[in-house]
Nanobody, 125 residues
Framework: QLQASGGGLVQTGGSLRLSCAAS????????VAWFRQAPGEEREGVSCIRSFSNGPTYADSVKGRFTISRDNAKNTMFLQMNSLKPEDTAVYYC????????????????????WGQGTQVTVSS
């Protein structure tokens, strides 16, 4: 199971740090990702780290503002979100794939089987 937390209400330009705790264990064998879904919109890939990857992948809309990380020892993944904008408002979901995903599928929600319950992020203007 995945348990996401850390969402909330923040003003434009503010920061939030999302966490996702994985029951069991998290290792470099696993690909991890964050997605978001705004009302009436499709689920959008935000950032991901492929298993044994050289580096993370980010959606263009969050590059330079968001940072994904993982702490396998704590079975937890994170999403640091800075310089938040109203258009970042959405429910954010963490996801895990037990193996390596293809590079072009890293931000595709269909690549992931295990999902957290979502945490609401609201950015006020």
């Amino acid at each position: 199971q995945l348990q996401a937390s850390g969402g909330g209400l923040v003003q434009t330009g503010g920061s939030l740090r999302l966490s996702c705790a994985a029951s069991g264990f998290l290792s470099d064998y696993h690909s991890v990702a964050w997605f978001r879904q705004a009302p009436g919109e499709e689920r959008e890939g935000v950032s991901c780290i492929r298993s044994f990857s050289n580096g993370p992948t980010y959606a263009d809309s969050v590059k330079g503002r968001f940072t994904i990380s993982r702490d396998n020892a704590k079975n937890t993944m994170f999403l640091q979100m800075n310089s938040l904008k109203p258009e970042d408002t959405a429910v954010y979901y963490c996801a895990v794939h037990l193996n390596r995903v293809l590079p072009y599928m890293c931000l595709d929600p269909s690549s992931y089987v295990y999902w957290g319950q979502g945490t609401q992020v609201t950015v006020s203007s």
